[in-house]
């Protein structure tokens, strides 16, 4: 079984900051790695699929990269309405099974 | 626009069977699309459940995999969920959600609190 280990576990920068979170798989997981963004009270969001590609209304300074095991969500300049929680999802093929990590917690410094 | 709406009892009785619904509107269920079940227990993370697939096919959380039933109804365009035996444990945050890969598509999410 694929576990996610993302870190850290919080993170707390103010507005206009550069964040970079960590998602660290226990085998490869090819590039099929996804983010998301959660915020109280609401659905999380899909920032990013296939490791790098942004899905459809995600801003630029969203970026995703990495492959194998390791994987990085950057946010180049952080926007007060991004502090949220994130967090990264694998699937495996065989056996079938979708897996998240623990999350991170972007809070305002 | 595909929009997603789960519906169902919030309060369940512990050893009882939990039953959400999720209706599927902006497009069709039997069209190839891969639909899941994810829960978020208060406070925490959030745990895929299993998924249907090819309307007919379906893959289960081998965590949940023997509570679990995930079924769908193409007359009505939505797909269910039933878990049994269910027990504290399983009161969460239930949403249903589109994808195989990755989720594009969220249901607002429903609150089932498991309690006597």
């Known amino acids: 079984e694929i576990v996610l280990t993302q870190s850290p576990a919080t993170l707390s920068l103010s507005p206009g900051e550069r964040a970079t979170l960590s998602c660290r798989a226990s085998?490869?997981?090819?590039?099929?790695l996804a983010w998301y963004q959660q915020k109280p009270g609401q659905a999380p969001r899909l920032l990013i699929y296939?490791?790098?590609n942004r899905a459809t209304g995600i801003p630029a300074r969203f970026s995703g990269s990495g492959s194998g095991t390791d994987f990085t969500l950057t946010i180049s300049s952080l926007d007060p309405e991004d502090f949220a929680v994130y967090y990264c999802q694998q699937r495996s093929d065989w056996p079938p099974k979708l897996t998240f990590g623990g999350g991170t917690k972007l809070e305002i410094k | 626009q595909v929009q997603l709406q789960e519906s169902g009892p919030g309060l369940v009785k512990p050893s009882g069977t939990l039953s959400l619904t999720c209706a599927v509107s902006g497009a069709s269920i039997t069209i190839s699309n891969w639909w899941s079940w994810v829960r978020q227990p208060p406070g925490k993370g959030l745990e895929w459940i299993g998924e249907l697939y090819q309307i007919g096919g379906t893959n289960y959380n081998p965590s949940l995999k023997s509570r679990v039933t995930i079924s769908v109804d193409k007359s009505k365009n939505q797909f269910s969920l039933n878990l049994t035996s269910v027990t504290a444990a399983d009161t969460a945050v239930y949403y249903c959600?589109?994808?195989?890969?990755?989720?594009?598509?969220w249901g607002q999410g429903t609150m089932v609190t498991v309690s006597s």
């Open positions: 085998q490869s997981v090819s590039t099929y």
């Open positions: 296939d490791a790098s």
């Open positions: 959600a589109r994808g195989r890969h990755a989720f594009d598509v």
